[in-house]
């Protein structure tokens, strides 16, 4: 069975951190280009950060206070979050993804967890 699961979300103040968990099972993340997306209300899922092929990336809004990383011993990857502002504020989605030189690309997508970063 393929599995994503989130885990670490909750009430913050601004300025504080959070530490984002996803993780895998049916799979190894090191064969993935792992990331994250988020989703606040009445918005479109967007893309915070990625891994592929030792590469990271991140969206504006998060660089220099978002940081990905990943525990190959563990199947896990994590999301470092630190000087949170309340636009942080989304559900945050774990996503594995594969595009295989033969074959069709796997897509998978955990649950999701809450953030919410507030007075």
């Known amino acids: 069975q393929v599995q994503l699961v989130e885990s670490g979300g909750g009430l913050v103040q601004p300025g504080g951190s959070l530490r984002l968990s996803c993780a895998a099972s049916?799979?190894?993340?090191?064969?993935?280009?792992m990331s994250w997306y988020r989703q606040a209300p009445g918005k479109e899922r967007e893309l915070v950060a990625a891994?592929?092929?030792?590469?990271?990336n991140y969206a504006d809004s998060a660089k220099g206070r978002f940081s990905i990383s990943r525990d190959n011993a563990k199947n896990t990857v994590y999301l470092q979050m630190n000087s949170l502002k309340p636009e942080d504020t989304a559900v945050y989605y774990c996503?594995?993804?594969?595009?295989?030189?033969?074959?069709?690309?796997?897509?998978?997508w955990g649950q999701g967890t809450q953030v919410t970063v507030s007075s």
């Open positions: 996503n594995a993804k594969w595009i295989p030189v033969f074959g069709s690309t796997r897509n998978y």
């Open positions: 049916g799979f190894t993340i090191a064969s993935y280009a």
């Open positions: 891994r592929t092929g030792g590469t990271t």
